[in-house]
């Protein structure tokens, strides 16, 4: 019997402290880290991949678009609730992931509009016309077979500098494709003028992808919101790093969805948006585009500047990492982890805000189903502790060390639980579901009646958007129904304290 006593106990430390892996779709948050000086830290999202072990996906770039491949386990840290975690490694996931990008091309009727091109084709007419045979089959690109010759002007080649803007949208996209790497990154072509007029899926074949570029007519109008949607769809069929990069010099005139639907798209599907404004652009409706998608955005009246600044945008989506660390928490009641990463690069330190892991409910069933076993595996272990005693005395020391040890671990908790609770009197203990469609319950860790309060919720860019009273017990139902899809921060205030904090995700 004592042998089975300390087996079973043995099998109750066990579930309490280890967890097999389990892989399932992730919840993703977007957060940001910054340096004063040199560097900056993109983090593209965050999720709990194969728990414990949690994957921080982030973009490491220079100021001037050089990717930072100097990253390893040696100059980086982790803390998971203040707590510092084991980093179990650090990958360039772009040398081996796919890349795939969606290059939206403006080829509306104003990128024939270039003043330079202008003045090109005004000096050239005044020029003494000078005339040459060519046969049918060359001037038709072999369309024809005929040899029947006919008389065409010859003019001075055009400068490239005075090319018109859709000549240098064309070599500047040429000159992305053949920055990436053919054998696993992959490009889609969409072009637009009116409506969304082409469109190349997820390919390799770069010879195809020049022809389609070549193919570009400029006329008609700016259907861009529409393009872009569309790329976000085409991209999102591919598996790795995603991407759109999307070219325009006017404002949106024929589109028929709107800057906020392309905006609330891209966000739903974790893609960025990197947005290059030439000439004319609406500049301050493509910033924000950027901005919210978790992309960049670049200008130039200049499109000759174009090949620079999409080899510039090619370098930086390529700049990727995945970093692994361990969690140290297996509770499923730890939902939700303040996460916080720093690294060492150069002599420079840079810390990042705090930022929130939301673990997939699958993970948390999971962890709840191995609390559960070992509550039963710890019944077991009194139930026999009991009729050890009734028949064997000489098992007491043992079992009394196991009681001792028990209490023990419970005199801790309590008084760490105390000493938390008397630092912030009120703490939210239980924010559910989440995600969340329509009520969404906060639960406290006491009654408030005595001290009325009120909920705040708070969006992504820190602005309350939602405030309720919260007069009595210690549970509310709330109605969020109305916030749109994304991530949001509940908090509350009351007798003049601030709880802890937690994040939810609408999901409609």
């Known amino acids: 019997m004592l042998l089975f006593i300390r087996k079973s106990f043995l099998a109750v430390l066990f579930a309490l402290t280890s967890v097999p892996v389990v892989t399932s779709a992730q919840n993703q948050v977007t957060g940001q880290l910054e340096s004063h000086d040199s560097v900056k830290l993109d983090v593209i999202r965050i999720y709990p991949d194969s728990f414990p072990h949690v994957s921080v996906i982030f973009r490491a770039t220079s100021p001037s678009g050089q990717p930072l491949w100097n990253l390893d386990t040696s100059n980086v840290k982790v803390k998971e609730n203040d707590i510092s975690c084991l980093v179990k490694s650090v990958r360039k996931i772009s040398n081996t992931e796919s890349v795939n990008t969606a290059l939206v091309i ?59 803007p859709m000549e240098h949208a064309k070599i500047a996209a040429k000159s992305y494709i053949a920055s990436i790497d053919s054998s696993k990154d992959k490009t889609a072509l969409i072009g637009f003028s009116s409506t969304v007029t082409v469109s190349e899926q997820l390919s390799f074949n770069r010879n195809a992808q020049r022809r389609t570029i070549d193919g570009f007519e400029a006329t008609g109008g700016t259907a861009f919101y529409d393009a872009v949607f569309h790329a976000i769809d085409v991209v999102n069929k591919g598996d790795g790093i995603k991407a759109v990069v999307a ?56 499109a000759a500047n174009l090949s620079g600044i999409y080899l510039s945008i090619s370098k930086r989506i390529k700049a990727v990492y995945e970093l692994v ?18 690294f060492m690069i150069g002599g420079e330190y840079i810390k990042s805000r705090q930022l ?66 008397s630092q912030n009197p009120i703490q939210i203990v239980n924010l559910y579901p989440n995600p969340v ?22 969006d992504a860019k820190g602005q309350i958007v939602f405030t309720e009273e919260f007069t009595t017990g210690s549970a509310k ?10 991530t949001y921060t509940l908090s509350v205030r009351a007798a003049g304290n601030l709880s802890s904090s937690k994040m939810f995700v609408v999901s409609k």
């Open 437 to 458: 469609v329509g009520p969404l319950t906060v639960v406290l860790n006491t009654d408030i009646t005595s001290m009325p309060g009120q909920v705040l919720i708070t």
């Open 247 to 302: 070219m325009t010099d006017g404002s949106d005139n024929s589109s028929k969805h709107s800057l906020r639907q392309v905006i609330k798209h891209a966000k739903e599907l974790n893609i960025p948006v990197y947005v290059v404004g030439l000439g004319n652009a609406e500049q301050k409706v493509l910033r924000k585009l950027a901005r919210e998608t978790g992309g960049d955005y670049y200008y130039t009246k200049d």
């Open 106 to 164: 403006d080829h509306s009727g104003s990128m024939l509009e270039s003043i330079e091109y202008s003045r090109w084709l005004d000096s050239v007419q005044k020029l003494p016309k000078r005339w040459k045979k060519v046969m049918l089959r060359e001037l038709t690109g072999g369309k024809s077979d005929s040899d029947s010759t006919v008389m065409v002007p010859v003019y001075p080649a055009c400068p490239i500098a005075s090319l018109p």
């Open 477 to 486: 139902d709330l109605n969020v129904s109305h916030l749109d899809n994304g």
């Open 356 to 421: 929130e892991v939301l673990l997939p409910k699958s993970v948390t069933d999971f962890l709840k189903a191995k609390e559960d076993s070992a509550k039963v595996a710890k019944q077991v272990v009194v139930s026999d502790n009991v009729q050890q005693n009734e028949s064997d005395n000489d098992t007491l020391p043992y079992a009394a060390g196991i009681a001792i040890a028990v209490v023990a671990v419970g005199v801790i908790s309590a008084q760490y639980i105390r000493k938390k609770q």
């Open 325 to 342: 660390y361990q969690s140290h928490s297996l509770s499923s009641f730890d939902s939700i982890r303040n996460v916080e990463i720093s």
